[in-house]
């Protein structure tokens, strides 16, 4: 899960590189790369199948190079990423479900949370959710709209701007307001790296 959250995170970077210096099948090297990792990381036994499913993942990237639609696939992937995120946020908050961030919370605190840490914490689930929807609406105005090069601009930097935001602003609020269980920023990144979440 660690590992493949970290390929992901790479993926804007390598997309905005692709375009702007006009490699755009640098994003889709990197795209059968990441899939392939998954394939043979995944709990597949069966090298026919791994071997199919490797030629699957190729052939749609030489197809997709051949008939030029490169950039419709790269500008889909984080809309598709957001989309997700946003759906596995909102199922965490309804139907009695434990929000995300109090997971994320407890496995970093290593003890479980209070009453006054559950609430909290889903209330900065909130907080990432409606960050997730308004990158998921921008990257589709900025796709329909503008031209690549600003799309990758703005998708790029600007996801990675909100992002860091709302993660420092909202680990230097909890600092302030949990002082008994406050860590440094460090600390804070090494034990989300070793969190299994299920």
């Not at 290593?110 to 609406?137: A, Q, S």
């Not at 709209?145 to 600003?150: A, D, P, T």
């Amino acid at each position: 899960m660690g590992k493949i959250a970290i390929w992901a995170a790479f993926y804007p970077i390598i997309a905005h590189i692709g375009v702007q210096t006009s490699k755009i099948y640098l994003p889709i090297i990197y795209l059968v790369i990441i899939g392939l990792f998954l394939i043979y990381s995944s709990k597949i036994k069966s090298w026919t199948a791994k071997g199919f499913l490797t030629t699957v993942i190729i052939a749609t990237a030489l197809i997709i190079t051949i008939i030029g639609k490169e950039h419709l696939v790269i500008q889909s992937i984080p809309v598709l990423i957001l989309l997700a995120l946003i759906l596995i946020f909102s199922k965490s908050l309804v139907f009695k479900g434990i929000p995300i961030i109090t997971v994320f919370a407890s496995c970093v605190d290593e003890k479980p949370l209070n009453n006054k840490k559950k609430k909290y914490t889903r209330n900065v689930t909130i907080v990432w959710l409606i960050g997730f929807i308004y990158m998921f609406v921008q990257n589709i105005f900025t796709t329909i709209w503008l031209s690549i090069e600003s799309w990758s601009w703005i998708s790029s930097v600007g996801s990675y701007t909100v992002i860091a935001l709302i993660m420092l602003g909202e680990f230097s609020y909890r600092n302030r307001e949990f002082k008994h269980d406050k860590i440094s920023f460090k600390t804070f990144i090494m034990r989300l790296s070793r969190c299994k979440f299920k």
